[in-house]
């Protein structure tokens, strides 16, 4: 019986320099303790935001997560000439239909204002939803004109429009939402159930905190040579490490999502691929500049269900005298892809591949050495939407 593809691993390795690439509510570098030794962690919300802006510029798709729609609806209605208290009135409607909300304070005398309605929850819909709003309140131009201002926190039966409407168009999505998946507990199925897992980046070896100590000249003071010292000072937490990135794409709950909708699964599933190996998390580019490429992709198709490996690094590696920590990391992989294809077997292991900028060889746990990012790719796809690899050289 042949198998069918269910699961898509996506397994990196990748170093990055003295960076902050992801900072708890002090400002500090996020750690882990994994076999008793202390890692260098970025979050998966961290990573997985990262890669959903590189996916929605692959893809020409965007999403809108946020708890200002009455603002964006204003914003659009204003576009239009409406004027601009009404546009306002308009946006507050709009978010009063949506479910519990709050009216935000705004300068003296502190009173609450019809364009700072805020929902309690987070609304993340396709970009497209503030225009299909905005076209809502237009064929409803004459009753909100008429209509009160929202000015009681919470009062869900104040607004005028209608909400089946409204809740149709919230409850809409695309490809970056049936990919990533959706929260939206305030309308009645609008929920969805991500595709993609994705898990914390953390360091293969153990990782110390660096503090920065830093100072900023005046111009002034350095110009006229007429005083001494800085005009400010501080510190801020940074590290750099190898790090172990891990995700897999369920394809059942992908296809699921996907059900009459005319996306490419292909197109879709390569682009995540892609932007997941190429996003790096922004905190701190400036200063830090952390834009650096995987040293290892490896990819792996399995029918059964999806393994991490990051248990290859529960005893952190240690780096060579001439290597570093990324060929350690690389060769602790290997060993244990290996050792889960010797326990599980490789029956429902469909298809396995690998590339990198410098590497040649590696061992036959890894697959196939493939040219490039978007031949190893464009194979792994392949095989996992028809069972067929599809010519690269095409």
């Known amino acids: 019986m042949k198998l069918r593809a269910r699961f898509v691993d996506i397994h990196i390795i990748?170093?990055?320099?003295?960076?902050?690439?992801?900072?708890?509510?002090?400002?500090?570098?996020?750690?882990?303790?994994?076999g008793n030794a202390l890692r260098t962690r970025v979050s998966s919300q961290c990573w997985k935001r990262a890669t959903r802006g590189e996916f929605e510029r692959l893809t020409g798709t965007s999403?809108?997560?946020t708890r200002r729609i009455a603002h964006a609806v204003t914003a659009e209605l204003a576009t239009r000439n409406w004027p601009q208290a009404i546009a306002e009135r308009a946006g507050a409607h709009v978010a009063a239909a949506v479910g519990k909300f709050e009216l935000e304070e705004a300068g003296e005398p502190r009173k609450p204002v019809p364009n700072r309605v805020v929902t309690n929850a987070m609304i993340y819909v396709p970009r497209i939803a503030v225009t299909e709003l905005a076209d809502l309140a237009d064929a409803h131009r004459g009753e909100l004109e008429r209509a009160k201002d929202i000015t009681k926190k919470g009062d869900t039966k104040a607004s005028i429009l209608p909400k089946p409407q409204i809740d149709t168009i919230l409850r809409s999505r695309n490809a970056v939402i049936n990919l990533f998946g959706r929260m939206l507990a305030e309308i009645d199925q609008a929920g969805v159930d991500?595709?993609?897992?994705?898990?914390?980046?953390?360091?293969?070896?153990?990782?110390?905190?660096?503090?920065?100590?830093?100072?900023?000249?005046?111009?002034?003071?350095?110009l006229w040579q007429d005083a001494t010292g800085s005009a400010h000072m501080g510190h801020a937490e940074f590290s750099a490490g190898t790090f172990y990135r891990y995700a897999t794409v369920d394809l059942d709950e992908l296809t699921a999502n996907l059900a009459g909708s005319d996306t490419d699964v292909q197109a879709l599933l390569a682009a995540f691929l892609t932007a997941f190996t190429l996003a790096v998390p922004q905190a701190k580019k400036n200063s830090t500049a952390?834009?650096?490429?995987?040293?290892?992709?490896?990819?792996?198709?399995?029918?059964?269900?999806?393994?991490?490996?990051?248990?290859?690094?529960?005893?952190?590696?240690?780096?060579?005298?001439?290597?570093?920590?990324?060929?350690?990391?690389?060769?602790?992989?290997?060993?244990?892809?290996?050792?889960?294809?010797?326990?599980?077997?490789?029956?429902?292991?469909?298809t396995r591949a690998w590339t990198s900028p410098e590497l040649k060889d590696l061992p036959e746990a890894l697959g196939e050495r493939t040219d490039g990012l978007e031949a190893l790719i464009t194979t792994a796809v392949a095989h996992a939407t028809t069972g067929q690899p599809q010519d690269t050289h095409a």
């Open 290 to 350: 952390p834009h650096t490429l995987p040293h290892l992709v490896h990819l792996a198709v399995r029918a059964d269900r999806p393994v991490s490996y990051a248990a290859a690094f529960e005893q952190p590696v240690r780096a060579g005298a001439h290597t570093g920590n990324a060929t350690p990391s690389i060769d602790a992989l290997a060993q244990y892809a290996e050792a889960t294809a010797s326990f599980l077997g490789t029956s429902h292991l469909l």
């Open 194 to 222: 991500g595709a993609v897992q994705v898990a914390h980046a953390m360091t293969t070896h153990a990782a110390d905190v660096d503090l920065d100590y830093f100072t900023a000249v005046d111009d002034v003071t350095s």
């Open 14 to 34: 990748q170093s990055v320099p003295f960076a902050n690439l992801n900072r708890d509510d002090t400002n500090s570098v996020k750690t882990v303790l994994y």
């Open 63 to 65: 999403t809108l997560r």
